[in-house]
């Protein structure tokens, strides 16, 4: 397993941008795929993108077009470009690291971070 340090949530206006960032510690980052998932107050935590070690990308029908997941394996880093925020896109983001395939779904990881709160005013 690895540990994963999320950053860069806060309080922003609907329209407007944040970029999350999941740094890893460990030395075997680029083989691991890297997700983002987030969870609203009484709600299940769903998949919002992933980045595999191959990297291929997915994203959540709500994350398509407005979400950019990248990483940078030189500074074990992943990164959420989200623009044009909306208040239902307020939660907790987690960043995941796992080597199952296809890497949709949170039992398809095994460590986790301990998240970060984005909250979207309207």
């Known amino acids: 397993q690895v540990q994963l340090v999320e950053s860069g949530g806060g309080l922003v206006q609907a329209g407007d941008s944040l970029r999350l960032s999941c740094t890893a510690s460990g030395r075997t980052f680029n083989s691991y795929n890297m997700g983002w998932f987030r969870q609203a107050p009484g709600k299940e935590r769903e998949f919002v993108a992933v980045?595999?070690?191959?990297?291929?990308?997915n994203y959540a029908d709500s994350a398509k077009g407005r979400f950019t997941i990248s990483r940078d394996n030189a500074k074990n880093t992943v990164y959420l470009q989200m623009n044009s925020l909306k208040p239902e896109d307020t939660a907790v983001y987690y960043c995941?690291?796992?080597?199952?395939?296809?890497?949709?779904?949170?039992?398809?990881?095994?460590?986790w971070g301990q998240g970060t709160q984005v909250t979207v005013s309207s």
């Open positions: 995941a690291a796992g080597d199952r395939f296809p890497a949709l779904k949170t039992t398809d990881y095994d460590s």
């Open positions: 980045i595999r070690w191959t990297t291929t990308r």
